[in-house]
Nanobody, 130 residues
């Protein structure tokens, strides 16, 4: 099992930046594909980004491509989401996810609408004002 704790959320004006962090504990961190998801009020949870076990491969939702960057530090059991050029539509609760079932680096499996991760964090609120 792995426990996930997100931090770094907050309020920012449009065009600003935030960096989310997710600390993992428990199982061997490097055996997990890691991802970020978000859920806005009244909307379904949506995929944001994923990173492979080594950190060499990443995958993004089209809505955040070229604005957000996911990365991980296996030595520290941390995954990050750098969010730049934030927009009001980025407002949501952001969740960290960990999954050891995904084979290789087929990260797009996390973007399937019916996807359910093995483990989820408790979420951190991001609010972007116009």
């Amino acid at each position: 099992q792995v426990q996930l704790v997100e931090s770094g959320g907050g309020s920012v004006q449009a065009g600003g930046s935030l960096r989310l962090s997710c600390a993992a504990s428990g199982d061997t961190f490097s055996t997990y594909i890691m991802g970020w998801f978000r859920q806005a009020p009244g909307k379904a949870r949506e995929f944001v980004a994923a990173v492979s076990r080594t950190g060499k491969t990443t995958y993004y939702a089209d809505s955040v491509k070229n604005r957000f960057t996911i990365s991980r530090d296996n030595a520290k059991s941390m995954v990050y989401l750098q969010m730049n050029s934030l927009k009001p539509e980025d407002t949501a609760v952001y969740y960290c996810a960990a999954d050891s079932r995904i084979l290789g680096a087929t990260l797009r499996n996390m973007a399937v609408p019916s996807y359910e991760s093995q483990y989820w964090g408790q979420g951190t609120q991001v609010t972007v004002s116009s």
